[in-house]
């Protein structure tokens, strides 16, 4: 998994059967320290994770498993949220 | 796999209930020669590693899911050892 910050939202009335009923979020790779890392990317929901939360999600075909149907069609999942991370 | 080193632990409650039993960890990849290479990530700990550790980490979802023996648990990076020792080929011997 990788980190991520939510920084806003995707919404998309007509959609692929599957997605109906799940929110699309616009997040932001970051490093474990949270400072932005790479382009923004959309992501699914799979939780309730909201506006600059600092999450973690992930990509390719595991994407999929937490959705209703686990074939679908999609390529990032956020699956989390973080609390903290400890270095000691 | 890759080489990594563990250098953190993430505190998380709210999560996929799929992930809810097990310990998350932040690894740094390393590369051959021992030093960072790549962006930390997180991975599920499946032998009881610890900060500092030098581990092996799988980053292959099938992988992971056999490993867990959960269908539908949405993972990738499955840290799968802790590295004794390695030992190169024409260099100037093995790092601990």
């Known amino acids: 998994?990788?980190?991520?910050?939510?920084?806003g939202r995707v919404v998309s009335t007509r959609?692929?059967?599957?997605l109906v009923g799940y929110r699309l979020l616009w997040i932001e790779p970051t490093d474990?320290?949270?400072?932005?890392?790479?382009?923004?990317?959309?992501a699914v929901d799979t939780g309730s994770y909201g506006?600059?939360?600092?999450?973690?999600?992930?990509?390719?075909?595991?994407?999929?498993?937490?959705l209703r149907d686990p074939f679908c069609a999609v390529d990032a999942a956020v699956v989390g949220k973080i609390d903290s991370v400890d270095r000691t | 796999m890759i080489l990594a080193r563990?250098?953190?632990?993430?505190?998380?409650?709210?999560?996929?209930?799929?992930?809810?039993?097990?310990?998350?960890?932040?690894?740094?990849?390393?590369?051959?020669?021992?030093?960072d290479e790549g962006?930390?990530?997180?991975?599920v700990d499946r032998v009881d590693a610890g900060i500092g550790d030098k581990v092996l980490v799988s980053r292959e979802g099938t992988g992971a899911r056999l490993?867990?023996?959960?269908?539908?648990v949405p993972l990738q990076n499955l840290v799968i050892g802790v590295v004794d020792r390695i030992d190169l080929l024409n260099t100037t011997g093995s790092q601990e």
Do not use: C, N
Not at chain 1, 32 to 42: D, N
Not at chain 2, 39 to 43: G, R
Not at chain 2, 67 to 72: A, L
């Open chain 1, 15 to 18: 959609k692929i059967q599957p």
């Open chain 2, 67 to 72: 490993v867990t023996g959960r269908e539908r």
């Open chain 2, 6 to 35: 563990v250098t953190g632990t993430v505190t998380s409650t709210d999560k996929d209930p799929e992930l809810a039993q097990y310990k998350l960890l932040v690894v740094q990849p390393l590369a051959i020669d021992g030093r």
């Open chain 1, 32 to 42: 474990a320290e949270g400072q932005p890392s790479a382009k923004p990317l959309v």
């Open chain 1, 1 to 7: 998994m990788h980190f991520a910050r939510v920084i």
């Open chain 1, 51 to 66: 506006d600059d939360e600092w999450v973690y999600y992930v990509t390719s075909r595991e994407a999929s498993l937490p």
């Open chain 2, 39 to 43: 962006e930390e990530m997180i991975a």
